[in-house]
């Protein structure tokens, strides 16, 4: 493995990771939007509660259709330039919303809204691997995961307070080409005297990607985590209200209690990881009690009990993701080289978890029943928990007492 960050860290790194938490804010923030406009939206386009739920998860499909390009082009040409080209889709997309008048319209500039998050998404283990030295990895990744948690409730809780969604849409519009100017000015991808990384055809980059069996169990963790995570956020206040009887309102704070805990998880997670030092155990513990949270939080008792769960559960599955993320700059066999583009099949499996476990699994299997719902959520954590067990440990502990070994063969 090279490693890049054999010399002292830059203190440029903080600029480049403000820089990277601005990227992923703006494109949570413009998806999370939607739902505080949703009762002026709705009717303007007269939507169908599909089309709706399309409208709002539109901005995954980049990540879905292009992670792997963006990642294989990362590697090829550097992460700077392909997050560029994905700030001009999402400009025009965030900004244009405002002129669609009917779904396919909106359908599409939402999907453009997510080109610059998606391409920076498949890239960030790369990014972050060019910029902080192994041990700060997990912590940086999960800085910005969390800039993505603080953009949903920011978009979610300012929306409405706008006179029109066209000056909603066109103030979000205007934030990102200042975080896109920012993006060009200041991002580098990587220090001043690093070395340059070998230039190689696309299919060279993704086909080393692919041929790594820790990439595959990686990504298909966070196929698993993402589908429960969705499952649960997607219908917790409706079953707060529908089944335990709390008021839509209350329901909505409770249920926002799991977005609290998610926000100390990806900040947290990794350095309480790292202070024990194996990284294994700490993710295989993460997902087992997010297994038990997901089913069993929701049906306590109403009050104090059902929101410190409600937290601890967002804290434990939230603390996984940064971890899973880092992965790709901590093997031996990828590495800065391969990074982009193995990044970029995880972000595509984890896409395809998030849209198509609840869809497509979780609730033709439900229906309404949220019961079942929400065992089947709390399964999804458990196959996680699961596949982590075949995962390399590559916590700090093992990484110390592996690196002589590395050095005598080198």
Known sequence: ????????????????????????????YAQFQIPALAYKLIPALNLSSSQYASILSAPMLPAIFFSIAAGAM???FGVKKVVSVGFIFAIIGITFRFAATNFWQMLILMAMAGCSSAFLNANISKLLGAWFP???IGTAMGVVLASATIAMTVGT????????MASAFITAGVICVIIAALWLLFMKDKPEGAPDMPSMPVTKYIGVAARSRSIWLVGLTMMFIMGG?????????????????????????????????????????????????YMKPFLVTSAALATLGSYYAWQAPLGAIMAILFIINGFVGAAISPLLMSFPMLLPEIGPVYAGSAGGLIATMQ???????????????AGTNFYTMFGLAALSFLMAAVVIMFLPELGLKARAKSAPNSSQQA
């Open 157 to 164: 809780a300012t929306s409405a307070m706008f006179p029109s």
């Open 229 to 277: 995570m969705m499952a649960l956020s997607g219908f917790l206040p409706n079953a707060l209200y529908t089944v335990r009887g709390l008021d839509p309102v209350k329901a909505g704070f409770v249920a926002s209690l799991g977005t609290l805990g998610g926000l100390g998880g990806s900040v947290l997670g990794p350095v309480i990881c790292d202070r024990i030092g």
């Open 1 to 28: 493995m090279i490693n890049n960050n054999a010399q002292q860290p830059s203190s440029y790194r903080w600029v480049i990771l403000i820089i990277a938490c601005l990227t992923t804010f703006i494109g949570s």
């Open 351 to 365: 896409l395809i978890g998030a849209f198509c476990i609840p869809a497509f699994i979780i609730t033709p299997i």
């Open 74 to 76: 990362a590697d090829r």
């Open 134 to 136: 192994p041990e700060q």
